[in-house]
């Protein structure tokens, strides 16, 4: 058993695969085990896993899904399948820079020493934006999108995540607050930010540990702040069932954790998730009221018209 457990959640993704692996095979930490959950891939997938298996046999072990989980349930039951006292989310088509698990790792014990061992903690990183080829797009995900890495407080993380899952290492305080998997998590790497923030600490590291892939068959992806713009004008509906999303995930996490929390987090959560019962006034004076705001002026102009 490593130190530290790796979950990658695998869904048709054997173009990039091999790339992936050797790339986290390659880094300068060792201790490590990885956790290969697939989603029932239909492509070569599955015989790349099953020949790495045989390769490393004590590093990495295979679970493939009787059924279809979803990305956010097929990360979240890797998890908790996970025997390291740390784990870190993996998808299939990145590239991890070498020293990742080392300098993930050293942050995340500085942060215990500082908060205590017992406390739940998650610490994620900035990554290098690249395209199919590697070739660079952008040498910050944060720089590109224009998200603000310091507003990862409880209200802000309720309206919008910032916290990269492929990036991202957590301890097993944080592992031990996941007591029901959700049904309407928007993304697994979401719903570990909610808990960190409502039960202990969140760290990010300004530091880009990673290549992020963007390609066309992405589940979730990058893109510049110009792009999103557009892409929000144009897609106005969208962006409401959006947010009418991220809004039933508040309330199946305070549904799922109330008597957990205390009375100002449960009220603002609670705010939040039953927006749309009150009136126009009433909503963007919640938004005021719990300061429920994403980064930048553009966002929150479209989130205070879409609430």
């Not at 590239?95 to 998650?122: C, D, H, Q, Y």
Request: hydrophobic share 40%; charged share 30%; with cysteine.
């Amino acid at each position: 058993m490593g130190e530290v457990s790796i979950v990658m959640a695998t869904y048709n993704g054997a173009h990039y695969l091999e790339e992936q692996i050797e790339s986290i095979l390659a880094n300068t930490y060792e201790d490590w085990t990885m956790e290969i959950c697939d989603d029932g891939s239909t492509d070569r997938t599955l015989s790349i896993i099953e020949r790495y298996q045989e390769l490393y046999p004590n590093k990495i072990k295979f679970h493939p899904n009787e059924e279809q989980l979803g990305v956010t349930r097929n990360f979240l039951e890797g998890a908790m399948r996970a025997n390291g006292e740390y784990v870190m989310f993996c998808d299939q088509d990145d590239v991890w820079l070498p020293e990742k698990i080392e300098k993930t790792l050293k942050f995340m014990k500085e942060r215990e020493k500082l908060s205590g061992e017992n406390t739940p903690i998650a610490v994620f990183t900035d990554a290098k934006v690249v395209d199919g080829a590697l070739r660079n797009i952008n040498s910050s995900f944060f720089a590109y999108n224009k998200l603000d890495t310091k507003k990862i407080d409880l209200p802000h993380l309720l309206v919008e995540n910032k916290m990269i899952g492929c990036t991202t290492m957590i301890n097993r305080g944080i592992l031990d607050k996941v007591i029901e998997f959700p049904n309407f998590a928007r993304y697994h790497d979401w719903w570990i930010a909610l808990i960190a923030a409502v039960f202990g600490e969140i760290a990010f590291l300004n530091e880009s540990t990673m290549l992020y892939r963007q390609h066309s068959k992405n589940m979730v992806g990058s893109q510049s702040f110009f792009a999103y713009v557009i892409d929000r004008i144009k897609n106005i509906k969208k962006q409401k069932e959006n947010l009418i999303k991220t809004e039933k995930q508040a309330w199946e996490f305070c549904e799922i954790y109330k008597k957990y929390l205390l009375e100002e987090q449960r009220q603002i959560i609670w705010d939040f998730a039953n927006i749309r019962s009150e009136n126009l006034i009433e909503r963007r004076d919640r938004l005021f009221r719990h300061k429920l705001w994403k980064t930048g002026v553009a966002r929150n102009i479209g989130l205070f018209f879409l609430i």
